[in-house]
């Protein structure tokens, strides 16, 4: 009978881990759950800041573009009036 009741016993404290060991495989499971949802969530946070990153670069390249057009511009009609100003310049020495 005493043996019996050790077995029992052995049966209890197996049965009690097995309700620990499962209690913990959920939490682990939950935790899982809780972190692959952050990490999707981060990574969709990375994805539109590369996005914007792209675009703000686009922009900025167009900027740029612009700016040394204009620049480009502006030299050219500075060389217009210098060039006028040389021809001016030698005319009057002439005449």
Do not use: F, P
């Not at 005493?2 to 209890?12: F, K, M, P, Q």
């Not at 495989?25 to 899982?32: G, K, P």
């Amino acid at each position: 009978m005493a043996e019996l009741t050790g077995i029992e016993s052995l049966i209890d404290r197996l049965g009690e881990k097995i309700d620990v060991l499962i209690q913990e495989r959920d939490d682990l499971r939950r935790e899982i759950d809780r972190l692959s949802a952050y990490a999707a969530q981060r990574d969709e946070e990375c994805v539109r800041a590369r996005q914007e990153m792209h675009r703000a670069l686009e922009a900025a390249s167009e900027e740029a573009l612009r700016a040394e057009r204009g620049g480009a511009e502006i030299e050219a009609k500075l060389r217009s009036l210098n060039d006028r100003l040389i021809d001016l310049v030698r005319e009057r020495r002439r005449g």
